[in-house]
């Protein structure tokens, strides 16, 4: 199998202000339409307005984060996927994948779900954090090895913090609650690592999630999953889907559980992967550069 060509559908960094503003053709107006009859279902109001209007009120992830995580989630869907759509007709990836939340995306991206009910994933997956997780902390970006960054929250004696994702060689993300996440920040400045705090409502990938990941999947247990009709693989499983992958289970299990993100681009290079294209803005093609891939734009 030969799988030159990676399409990245990225997670919490996908959402920026007006982010499809100069995407003006029918599939994404479709596209977001359908988003936003979902945010109906729910009760809640459309994200179409804030990822067409880039004017200077609009807010940010951080302020979104803040004030309505469930848009922010919902929003970070129809990013990705729409500029998973308008990448596809440029060029055909060999194989999709997304980051963290982005793995939604990427599912439906790759045909496991209708755009419909991927966004109804996504919004089950908003509501049940809402419900259950309001205020349980965040996450911090720290350039570290997945090593060191043991050795920091070891340190720290943190037990609600944990190693969420490992992105790069020297680049990872803590997850944990706001006050350990504040101690873990100033023991970085200490050891002079840069250590940035993510625009994230949740601290995802953790334990701490246990009763919003019950909740998720108690309410996504009827959507239907169908085969994928291109090649995905989810960092979340470490491997390619198969017909027998339970794409559900791994959505639902990524909320308490690490990402080796940095072991999914090195496996996938075992199938020849030369170039990452990412959809959109998130900042992680430099990521995937460290990795030794090619990056290019959508």
């Known amino acids: 199998m030969d799988l030159r060509t990676a399409l990245l559908l990225p997670g919490q960094g996908a959402y920026r202000p007006g982010a499809l503003a100069d995407e003006l053709g029918a599939p994404v107006a479709e596209l977001l339409d359908t988003v936003d009859a979902v945010a109906a279902e729910f009760g809640r109001p459309g994200v179409a307005k804030l990822l067409r209007d880039a004017d200077a009120d609009a807010p940010d992830a951080r302020r979104l984060a803040a004030t309505d995580p469930f848009a922010l989630q919902l929003a970070i869907y129809a990013t990705a996927l729409a500029h998973a759509a308008v990448a596809d007709r440029r060029e055909r990836a060999d194989v999709v994948l997304g980051h963290s939340m982005g793995e939604i995306a990427a599912a439906a991206h790759a045909g496991c779900f209708t755009v419909a009910d991927g966004a109804r994933i996504a919004a089950h997956r908003a509501e049940a954090l809402e419900q259950t997780a309001a205020g349980s902390g965040g996450m911090l970006?720290?350039?570290?090895?997945?090593?060191?960054?043991?050795?920091?929250?070891?340190?720290?004696?943190?037990?609600?913090?944990?190693?969420?994702?490992?992105?790069?060689?020297?680049?990872?993300?803590?997850?944990?609650?706001?006050?350990?996440?504040?101690?873990?920040?100033?023991?970085?400045?200490?050891?002079?690592?840069?250590?940035?705090?993510?625009?994230?409502?949740?601290?995802?990938?953790?334990?701490?999630?246990?009763?919003?990941?019950?909740?998720?999947?108690?309410?996504?247990?009827?959507?239907?999953?169908?085969?994928?009709?291109?090649?995905?693989?989810?960092?979340?499983?470490?491997?390619?889907?198969?017909?027998?992958?339970?794409?559900?289970?791994?959505?639902?299990?990524?909320?308490?559980?690490?990402?080796?993100?940095?072991?999914?681009?090195?496996?996938?290079?075992?199938?020849?992967?030369?170039?990452?294209?990412?959809?959109?803005?998130?900042?992680?093609?430099?990521?995937?550069?460290?990795?030794?891939?090619?990056?290019?734009?959508?």
């Open 141 to 298: 970006a720290v350039q570290l090895s997945a090593r060191r960054a043991e050795a920091l929250l070891a340190a720290a004696e943190r037990p609600g913090s944990r190693l969420a994702v490992i992105n790069a060689p020297r680049h990872v993300v803590l997850s944990g609650p706001e006050t350990d996440l504040g101690e873990l920040a100033a023991l970085a400045d200490v050891l002079r690592v840069r250590a940035v705090r993510l625009p994230a409502p949740y601290p995802f990938h953790n334990p701490l999630l246990a009763s919003a990941q019950a909740a998720f999947a108690a309410a996504i247990e009827d959507i239907p999953q169908r085969g994928a009709r291109t090649q995905l693989y989810s960092p979340g499983l470490g491997r390619l889907v198969t017909g027998e992958t339970d794409v559900k289970g791994m959505l639902v299990a990524q909320l308490t559980v690490p990402v080796d993100f940095l072991a999914a681009v090195r496996d996938l290079q075992t199938y020849g992967l030369e170039r990452v294209v990412e959809c959109g803005r998130a900042g992680l093609s430099s990521i995937v550069s460290a990795v030794g891939c090619a990056v290019g734009p959508v």
